[in-house]
Nanobody, 124 residues
Framework: QVQLVESGGGSVQPGGSLRLSCTAS????????MGWYRQVPGKQRELVASITKGDSIRYTEAVKGRFTISRDNASRDNAKNTVYLQMDSLQPEDTAVYYCHAAQSVLDDEYDHWGQGTQVTVSS
């Protein structure tokens, strides 16, 4: 079982910054990628950024150069892992609910785990 707990959302003016954190706990042994998605009402959830166990990073085009994803594997036994999303130069179009995601592969099965979501609002 994998649990994801997010923090760090809030309201900010255009051009401001926020840092999201997602702490993953539980059996993380087969988690191979973690990342952040976002969703606005009426639209599909979209990938913002992801980082693999081997530190391969991917960003959606709209956030390249403004957002930075990083991770901290604080536990040697894979019982805890924290992923951060540093968001700079925020714009109103970044307003969304941001969800932490972890993908886990066990034998031939794939499992997706989601956090509860955190609201990010960019407005003047």
């Amino acid at each position: 079982q994998v649990q994801l707990v997010e923090s760090g959302g809030g309201s900010v003016q255009p051009g401001g910054s926020l840092r999201l954190s997602c702490t993953a706990s539980g059996n993380l042994r087969y988690v191979y990628v973690m990342g952040w998605y976002r969703q606005v009402p009426g639209k599909q959830r979209e990938l913002v950024a992801s980082i693999t166990k081997g530190d391969s990073i991917r960003y959606t085009e709209a956030v390249k150069g403004r957002f930075t994803i990083s991770r901290d594997n604080a536990s040697r036994d894979n019982a805890k892992n924290t992923v951060y999303l540093q968001m700079d130069s925020l714009q109103p179009e970044d307003t969304a609910v941001y969800y932490c995601h972890a993908a886990q592969s066990v034998l031939d099965d794939e499992y997706d785990h989601w956090g509860q979501g955190t609201q990010v609002t960019v407005s003047s």
